[in-house]
């Protein structure tokens, strides 16, 4: 029921009530009834009052948001006072606990080997990178090497040919210039011969004969020299002829050039290989900071979720309801309770169109609550 104190304030009501009460006057009644109507006109005055009225306010509902379950502790009861802040329920989070163990446990465990792969990957790159620089520094001069033993080789292998080739020519010019000079020896012996005859015959002179004698000793050394000179040409064929131990000699160290140059090529290219394995730990490395941060980022989400078990209360209120117990299970949405602010709360009456007009904004009211036998005060 709600009663609203109405004070005479207006000089018209002032008038209607002196009004009244001279006409009343004028009329002889009984007491009783002088009383009754006594109480009328003072209840007129001073008070209206409905029975058609309800308590209005913004009712907010706490339930959980994130994750529901089993409630593990309630805090307050219907009614009480409370805080924004205040922990006002606790769902049970073993399990959510438990996920966030497993987690941290996940999280160290691949931590732990990106530590040991990191460790393991700037050994192995420092190693085969300084590998990699001693393997081409060998390559280099293996093909230096190279070059030059091409170089000896096309060297040996020209003076060799060149050498032969001369030789051969010069045997040749030998061998047929002493046979010519001996087709001349053999002529001039004739010729002496038949001179020496024609001596003894005494149909030349001695002169003429000493003359071809001295031609005949002229050819012979031109042929003993000629034999000599062909001596010579063979031994510088032979000569010739020996350089090819050079050649195949310089030969050999052109292949064994040619096999330190591939094995260097061949070593290069293995501590490549190697330096590709050495980046896979690179990128396995990237795919477990990849895991790493997706397990942290589950992490905070479960965290998020743990904290949305502790239920605090959204504003400063009252409890106006209690809907569920220790023990019970409640999903996303359910609400725990309902509470509102009490300084926004109103009081709804319907009042007869009569007696609007006297009701004034700022007057007081006082409001008796049958739910709890209670009588509080407020102001239209």
């Keep these: 029921m709600i009663m609203n104190n109405v004070h005479k304030t207006k ?4 008038n209607k009530i002196g009004k009244l009460l001279i006409g009343l006057g004028g009329i ?13 006109i003072y209840k007129e005055l001073h008070f209206i009052s409905t029975d058609a009225a309800f308590l209005q306010a913004d009712i ?12 593990e502790k309630l805090y307050f009861n219907e009614f009480q006072k409370i805080k924004k802040g205040d922990l006002l329920a606790v769902l049970d989070n073993k399990l959510l606990d438990y996920d966030l163990k497993a987690l941290d446990y996940q999280i160290k465990a691949l931590e732990d080997k990106k ?29 230096s090497n190279l070059e030059k033993a091409k170089l000896a080789y096309n060297l040996t292998l020209a003076n060799y040919k060149t050498t032969l080739n001369i030789a051969k020519n010069n ?23 038949r001179f020496l005859y024609l001596y003894e015959q005494g149909v030349i002179s001695l002169d003429k004969l000493e003359k071809i004698k001295v031609h005949l000793d002229t050819v012979k050394a031109e042929y003993l020299a000629g034999k000599h000179a062909l001596k ?9 002829k020996s350089l090819k131990n050079k050649v195949e000699i310089a030969k050999q160290n052109l292949n ?3 096999i330190a140059y591939i094995q260097a090529k061949k070593l290069l290219e293995i501590d490549k290989e190697k330096l590709k394995k050495v980046y896979v730990l690179k990128d396995q490395i990237k ?9 942290k980022e589950k992490k905070e989400k479960l965290k998020e979720s743990i904290n949305r078990t502790y239920i605090y209360a959204p504003i400063n209120g009252v409890i106006a309801k209690k809907w569920r117990d220790e023990g019970e299970v409640v999903s996303v949405g359910m609400p725990i309770y309902s509470i509102y602010d009490p300084k926004k709360a109103y009081v709804m009456a319907y009042i007869d169109e009569t007696n609007v007009p006297y009701i004034k904004k700022g007057k007081i009211a006082k409001v008796h609550l049958d739910t709890c036998n209670l009588d509080v005060y407020g102001k239209v």
């Design 171 to 193: 045997l040749k010019i030998q061998e047929n210039r002493l046979k010519a000079i001996k087709s001349k020896l053999e002529k001039i012996k004739k010729d002496y011969k």
């Design 232 to 240: 010579i040409a063979k031994e510088k064929l032979s000569q010739a």
């Design 115 to 143: 530590r040991a792969l990191e460790k393991d990957y700037k050994a192995s790159l420092n190693i085969t990178l300084r590998l990699i620089e001693i393997d081409k520094e060998k390559l280099k001069q293996a093909k």
């Design 11 to 14: 000089e018209n009501k002032m």
């Design 287 to 295: 795919a477990l900071n990849k895991n790493i941060l997706s397990l």
């Design 28 to 40: 002889i009644i009984t007491g009783s009834i002088g009383i009754y109507l006594a109480y009328l």
């Design 256 to 258: 064994q050039a040619v």
């Design 60 to 71: 907010i509902d706490v339930s959980p948001t994130a994750t529901g379950g089993k409630i």
